[in-house]
């Protein structure tokens, strides 16, 4: 099975900061990496899908880069709304792995 | 618009029984891979099983055996039958499409609201 490892596992900053969540595969996975936004109590959404691609409706603050193990989530500017957890998702292969998750909170 | 919405959680004793379904609305779960991912209080995202277009199914180790994947094509509805049920089967159930974009199919974009089963006795 390939492990996905995410860090950090939480994270402390401000309304207007430039946050940088990194995910880091067991093996090779090429781009097949989607990234997902939690909120407390409400189901994940889809953010980013092949690494880099923005899901259509989602903000431009958010970009995604990465290719073979090591991948990265940023946002560029820190909004309220944007307080959450984040997972990363390989969708190279069954079984289907996330990462533990990054919950982002406010300084 | 696109829409998933999940039913048939609850209480269960340890070793019963308990069938979720999922609703779609605006597309087919036929012509669509779909598939469940469950969170356990607290814990993180887990997959759990996935269905192809053209029926192939998958899970994860952990309910092998146990639960069964489904779906009934003239109501629009993904299932999943769970068996042999465990306290650690406790989780909330989403259901999801699993989407082609880019080069996979594993592309979970939209998801319903969850289903909560709960395993004690």
């Known amino acids: 099975d390939i492990q996905m490892t995410q860090s950090p596992s939480s994270l402390s900053a401000s309304v207007g900061d430039r946050v940088t969540i990194t995910c880091r595969a067991s093996q090779s996975i090429s781009s097949y990496l989607n990234w997902f936004q939690q909120e407390p109590g409400k189901a994940p959404r889809l953010l980013i899908y092949a690494a880099s691609s923005l899901k259509s409706g989602v903000p431009s603050r958010f970009s995604g880069s990465g290719n073979g193990t090591d991948f990265t989530l940023t946002i560029s500017s820190l909004q309220p709304e944007d307080f959450a957890t984040y997972y990363c998702q390989q969708s190279y292969s069954t079984p289907i792995t996330f990462g533990q998750g990054t919950r982002l909170e406010i300084k | 618009e696109v829409q998933v919405v999940e039913s048939g959680g609850g209480l269960v004793q340890p070793g019963g029984s308990l069938r979720l379904s999922c609703a779609a609305s605006?597309?087919?779960?036929?012509?669509?891979?779909m598939t469940w991912v469950r969170q356990a209080p607290g814990k993180g995202l887990e997959w759990v099983s996935l269905i192809y277009s053209g029926g192939t199914t998958y899970y994860a180790d952990s309910v092998k055996g146990r639960f069964t994947i489904s779906r009934d094509n003239s109501k629009n509805t993904l299932y999943l039958q769970m068996n042999s049920l465990r306290a650690e089967d406790t989780a909330v159930y989403y259901c999801a499409r699993s989407d082609c974009r880019g080069n996979s199919c594993y592309v979970f974009d939209y998801w319903g609201q969850g289903t909560l089963v709960t395993v004690s006795s």
């Open positions: 605006q597309f087919p779960v036929s012509n669509n891979y």
